[in-house]
């Protein structure tokens, strides 16, 4: 059995992990700032004689050296989430991001750990290269364009952790996370199933930013835990980058009648243009699917959750917790 560390262990993803880590009969140690994590996510099993958390930030050295001299792995997950928390506070990301996988991936290359890093799919930018495959051209929007801040921080990861396994031969592996949900993901921070779900249950207008044509794919945070914990654990995966997501495809319209009908509810769909939900001149994208054969060949990685059961599970959890 093994030590985690897991950076951002209180929030959506890190709390799932952690909880399936513990089930494994692993140690887990989470360290989170509570920014967009919380208590309510590990109450399940934070008295857990085999976890703990320390809330405070991955960008307090001091802390986060103690730490990683006492985990086997490294699950680096911390950073700033959400489109309007980026638009709203790009230094804090480009600090965050960046500067939070400097710090994890020096500490592990001194300590000589082994470090997953969390990217995402916002680093194809605006790429119409679809699938979108690993080794394909990242396009990315205007530095005046906010929300790219989040997806150039990513990338510098990316860079950065290559970077460490090519001249530090440090064991590090990138996973590009696309739209991950399931129970505990807040709506508060602008993710859209959990935000419709929440609008259809109060009866409050169910609000599609653009014109609902957008296409996206959303895959179950089992699946995407049940990837990560086979990623950082296998040597042949260091030093790569793969994509971690699902490829059934749904406009963001779609998904919204899908919640409306599912959670049977009366609410009204209403469409937000992008640049009164946001910024003038915000950029998104059509489609994004991503091209899994690369973690397919790797792991046997299937997402095997559809979008209809991953619905009901939010809202059992949703309704749980009410
Ligand atoms: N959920 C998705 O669809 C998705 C998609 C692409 C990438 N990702 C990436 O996966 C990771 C986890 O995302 P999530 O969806 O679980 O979001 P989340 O907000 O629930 O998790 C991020 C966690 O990091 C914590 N955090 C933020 N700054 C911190 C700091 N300085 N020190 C310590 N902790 C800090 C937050 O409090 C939160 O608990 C992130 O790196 C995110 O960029 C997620």
Redesign the pocket.
């Known amino acids: 059995m093994h030590t985690y560390l897991i950076?951002?262990?209180?929030?959506?993803?890190?709390?799932h992990l952690a909880e399936s880590l513990l089930a494994d009969g692993h140690t887990v140690l989470a360290?989170?700032?509570?920014?967009?994590?919380?208590l309510e996510?590990v109450k399940t099993f934070r008295d857990h004689p085999r976890f703990e958390l320390v809330i405070?930030?991955?960008?307090?050295v001091a802390v986060t050296s103690g730490l990683v001299d006492r985990a086997d792995y490294i699950v680096?997950?911390?950073?700033?989430?959400?489109v309007q928390r980026v638009l709203d506070s790009a230094i804090r990301t480009i600090h965050?991001?960046a500067g939070?996988a400097d710090i994890v991936l020096e500490l592990a290359t001194q300590k000589n750990k082994v470090v997953f890093i969390?990217?995402?799919?916002?680093v194809y930018g605006k790429s119409a290269d679809l699938p979108l495959s690993e080794d394909g051209d990242l396009l990315l929007g205007a530095t005046n364009k906010g929300r790219w801040s989040?997806a150039c921080s990513?990338a510098i990861n990316e860079y950065l952790a290559l970077a460490y396994y090519r001249e530090r031969q440090l064991p590090v592996v990138v996973a590009?996370?696309?739209?991950?949900?399931g129970p505990?993901?807040?709506a508060r921070?602008g993710?859209v199933l959990p935000r419709f779900i929440e609008q259809a249950v109060a009866g409050r207008p169910i609000t599609i930013y653009g014109d609902g044509m957008q296409q996206r794919c959303f895959?179950y945070?089992a699946d995407v835990i049940w990837a990560i914990k086979r990623l950082i654990t296998r040597p042949e995966h260091y030093g790569k980058v793969f994509n971690v997501g699902s490829s059934e495809e749904i406009s963001i319209l779609q998904l919204a009648r899908l919640v409306k009908e599912m959670t049977q509810s009366d609410s009204e769909i209403v469409f937000v243009p992008y640049d009164v939900a946001y910024d003038d001149g915000f950029e998104d994208m059509r489609r994004r699917i991503p091209d899994l054969r690369r973690i397919h060949n790797a792991i046997g990685y299937q997402p095997r959750v559809g979008l209809v059961k991953i619905i009901e599970k939010i809202m059992e959890h949703h309704y749980a917790s009410a």
């Open positions: 950076t951002g262990g209180a929030g959506f993803i890190g709390s360290l989170d700032d509570l920014s967009t994590g919380s996510n405070d930030s991955v960008m307090n680096h997950l911390a950073a700033v989430v959400g965050t991001i939070g969390a990217s995402t799919s916002e989040y990513k590009r996370h696309f739209n991950t949900v505990r993901q807040s921070y993710m895959c945070v």
